[in-house]
T-cell receptor, first 115, second 112 residues
Framework: AQTVTQSQPEMSVQEAETVTLSCTYDTSENNYYLFWYKQPPSRQMILVIRQEAYKQQNATENRFSVNFQKAAKSFSLKISDSQLGDTAMYFC????????????FGQGTRLTINP | DAGITQSPRHKVTETGTPVTLRCHQTENHRYMYWYRQDPGHGLRLIHYSYGVKDTDKGEVSDGYSVSRSKTEDFLLTLESATSSQTSVYFCAITGQGNTEAFFGQGTRLTVV
């Protein structure tokens, strides 16, 4: 079974601080992609960052970076210099790159950035 | 933005009535998904499709059926709606290579 677990239902930090969101997953497959999606109050789903499992180098996108530990099946998101606009739900997800390609999400972490 | 639309955007229906939600894409993507979003549960997969007439169940498929008779449309049907199916429903699509999933705007369904 393919599962994603986000163990932090809610987090709250001050503006400009750094925050790390945790994600673990379970799969027996070897080829997959991992994602972090952001969902602001508008309900729109926005891709934050993507990691190919075959790449050892951690992905970065401006203030967003990941710590990908394939052996531990861990995929955490670090947000540096947090901004008020980062307040949102964050979802971790992965997809197997073969077969029926089921896209599976975690339970989400509600992140609040305080002024 | 990817061409993916859901209809209706909002619906209120009575317990026991059938309901069909539509997901329409203009991207010619092969894979389509239906999720429900509930507080504390994140996005849970209901059904997904990997081609025309090729569908499979997700983790919360009971009470739901789907159909995909053409590439661009993926229909989700609640045969007899129950209050536990009150939720926000999202459709998503991915293409070959799966570099990103694109989402519809969501449908808020209330079963009274």
């Amino acid at each position: 079974a393919q599962t994603v677990t986000q163990s932090q239902p809610e987090m709250s930090v001050q503006e400009a601080e750094t925050v790390t969101l945790s994600c673990t997953y379970d799969t027996s497959e070897n080829n997959y992609y991992l994602f972090w999606y952001k969902q602001p109050p508008s309900r729109q789903m926005i891709l934050v960052i993507r990691q190919e499992a075959y790449k050892q180098q951690n992905a970065t996108e401006n203030r967003f970076s990941v710590n990908f530990q394939k052996a531990a099946k861990s995929f955490s998101l670090k947000i540096s210099d947090s901004q008020l606009g980062d307040t949102a739900m964050y979802f971790c997800a992965f997809i197997i790159i073969q077969g029926a390609q089921k896209l599976v999400f975690g339970q989400g972490t509600r992140l609040t950035i305080n002024p | 933005d990817a061409g993916i639309t859901q209809s209706p955007r909002h619906k209120v229906t009575e317990t026991g009535t059938p309901v069909t939600l539509r997901c329409h894409q203009t991207e010619n993507h092969r894979y389509m998904y239906w999720y429900r979003q509930d507080p504390g549960h994140g996005l849970r997969l209901i059904h997904y499709s990997y081609g025309v007439k090729d569908t499979d169940k997700g983790e919360v498929s009971d009470g739901y059926s789907v159909s995909r008779s053409k590439t661009e449309d993926f229909l989700l049907t609640l045969e007899s709606a129950t209050s536990s199916q009150t939720s926000v429903y999202f459709c998503a699509i991915t293409g070959q290579g799966n570099t990103e999933a694109f989402f519809g705007q969501g449908t808020r369904l209330t079963v009274v």
